[in-house]
């Protein structure tokens, strides 16, 4: 039997369970294929300034699968500004789309892949591309929270996941990812490959504590909140983030988006 | 008559601030000491440079080192890119790693006591770089890695930030040391205040990971006047230990290996990026040769107790300060990040093995082999 455990165990209670799982169904019926709902709820932060308390996040929708090139092809069809050879410099690096080979503007996806996750994008395309569909970026809190909702059977599963994960950390093949919901990691309300695939810009990746942890060495030790492998690979993947600029358009680098809930909705909420 | 009035007010408010900033420039720099110290700021930008990986007259791959060929102090103009390759490391056992420049360890940079570097590093990790085709630019480096790959070495690519950490410099690390992403270039000034070797290194977290991943390397800071023995020198070479932790990934190639990382348990310890490379090829010199050796334990967090089978170091000195002198030792232990130049005479013809004397680092590659031919003179 699987234990419906957070990555980090012991923060879902039974009763906010089955909150979620009825509110669950009910949003489903609201809600786009491409996109779920995750349920409002709690995480532990790596970050030292939360230490001890679990983060509050509200519900909200988040995209199944990262952004793909083809969704986002689509989306530079349209924005002009947005296309490999009209994109202003103040808005990315160079760098920006550069696996997509094109030809114009058109991505040649006999390389790409049209269901890859879109990569070498900056944060400011990404921003531009949710706004563009409705949306926005998630938070950095939705992300790791949406991120740690997964079953595990016991915390030695959860080490063993967590050292794939620095192991995935240490080399990605950009050259060769697989297309979006090929990792087979999927959050128990059906969020996919948070892990595994790409890293994904959030929102505020770039926290203001950021500055004050000033990412030297004493910065992971400062993360090892939670004491185990997983808050290790989050620390990689906190540090990481944060030491980009929005402006970086790199090749392990793609997004998905987040959707406020309607309000009528959240009213309805215990 | 306003107008020359206001010309020369002008000129005057211009002149004034010509002597601020000068003057403010000349508090930055200041000596201490007969040292250098107050580097201008790091400056962060983006250039479209795709040349080789490393540039400048002095840098070369282990274990050879470039002789200073000048007189007095020199300005010196060093790039070291940082690219991800993959390479061999032992028999077989080939990963990606993080390199400065496109081996472990990178290249050797070999300055004065009193030298000024001006250092420039572009963040290619999300580049393919080759490094084993024949350039004529560039720095000797490049043609040493290309005419001796070793280790197989291959472009490969993984995007990280990046920073770089010379031990060699003193300078504030949140400026010159911070990281920079894939496509950004970071450049600053440093001077080689202290004579000695020197470890560089990544210093963006997790550096345990970074580290371990391939990214360090030596600079050697020949003392001003010298040691008491170069004038008997016969041969010199740099010899770096480092570690480390790897285990097979999915595919063919090898990975971190975060759990041995964090235990110290490393699966290969190694001089010069590979476990038999000093093996494969051997150091060389002759019967009564003073060999000097520069050894620099780069971790990232074993310790070395380096010793040469079948000879006393004569000379010793403690991270290749020249007052820092001790004579006939047998083993020199050297802390992670720590170094020492070290003399002895070769006594005979035969062979002759480098050794880090914890055996078990030993068992896992920490050895080599020194050739000594018959005496010649």
Known sequence: ?????????????????????????????????????????????????????????????????????????????????????????????KGYLKHWQEEGHKPDYKHIGRERPVTNVSW???????????????????????????????????????????????????????????????????????????????????????????????????????????????SIRYITRMSYNPKSSIGTMGFRCAYDVDPKLESNEP | MNFPKRTMALLTGLIFAGFFTLAQAQTGEYELDGMTFGMPEAEVFTEDYDGPPVAGEYLTMLPNLKPLDYE???????????????????????????????????????????????????????????ITEPTKEGAPFMQQTAQNNFMKAQPAT?????????????????????????????????????????????????????????????????????????????????????????????????????????????????????????HDQPLEANAGDRVRLHVSNNGPSGTSSFHVIGAIFDRVWMEGHPFNEMRGMQTVLLGASSSATMDFIVPEEGKYILIDHEFADAEKGATGTLKAGPRTN
């Open chain 1, 1 to 93: 039997m699987k234990l419906p455990t957070n990555i980090i165990p012991g923060t879902l209670t039974l009763p906010s369970l089955v909150v979620v799982m009825v509110f669950g169904l009910a949003a489903a019926a609201w809600a786009q294929p491409d996109r779920v709902l995750v349920p409002s709820g709690s995480f532990h932060s790596v970050m030292p300034e939360m230490k001890g308390e679990a983060v509050p996040v509200d519900s909200f929708y988040l995209d199944i699968t990262a952004v793909t090139n083809e969704k986002f092809a689509g989306f530079a069809d349209q924005n002009i500004n947005w296309r490999p050879n009209e994109v202003p410099a103040v808005f990315t690096n």
């Open chain 1, 124 to 234: 400011f395309a990404a921003n531009a591309y949710c706004q563009w569909s409705g949306g926005r970026l998630p938070t950095l809190n939705e992300w790791e929270y949406s991120a740690q909702l997964m079953d595990f059977d016991s915390s030695g599963e959860v080490n063993e996941f967590a050292t794939k994960l620095v192991g995935w950390y240490s080399s990605v093949d950009t050259k060769n990812l697989g297309e979006v919901g090929s990792t087979g990691i999927e959050t128990r309300v059906g969020v996919k490959d948070q892990f595994g695939l790409i890293m994904e810009w959030v929102q505020d990746f770039k926290p203001p504590v950021a500055d004050d942890l000033s990412l030297d060495c004493g910065t992971v030790g400062r993360m090892q909140q939670l004491g185990n492998a997983y808050s290790y690979a989050a």
């Open chain 2, 72 to 130: 007095g102090n020199k300005h010196h103009e060093v790039r070291i890119d940082i690219i991800a390759q993959e390479i061999e490391v032992a028999d077989g056992v080939k990963y990606n790693a993080w390199t400065f420049g496109g081996t472990v360890p990178g290249p050797v940079l070999h300055v004065k006591e009193g030298d000024r570097i001006t250092f420039v590093m572009k963040n290619r990790s999300d580049e393919e770089v080759t």
């Open chain 2, 158 to 278: 993984m995007p990280m930030p990046h920073s770089m950490d010379f031990h060699a410099g003193t300078v504030a690390k949140d400026d010159k040391w911070r990281s920079i992403s894939p496509g950004e270039s970071i450049k600053f000034d440093w001077i080689a205040n202290y004579a000695g070797s020197y470890i560089y290194h990544c210093g963006t977290p997790s550096v345990l990971m970074h580290t371990a991943m391939g990214q360090h390397g030596v600079v050697v800071v020949s003392p001003r006047d010298g040691y008491d023995t170069d004038y008997e020198v016969d041969k010199e070479f740099v010899v770096v230990q480092s570690e480390y932790y790897l285990k097979k990934g999915a595919g063919e190639l090898f990975q971190y290996d975060f759990e041995a990382a964090l235990n110290v348990n490393p699966s290969h310890v190694v001089f010069n990026g590979h476990q038999t490379i000093l």
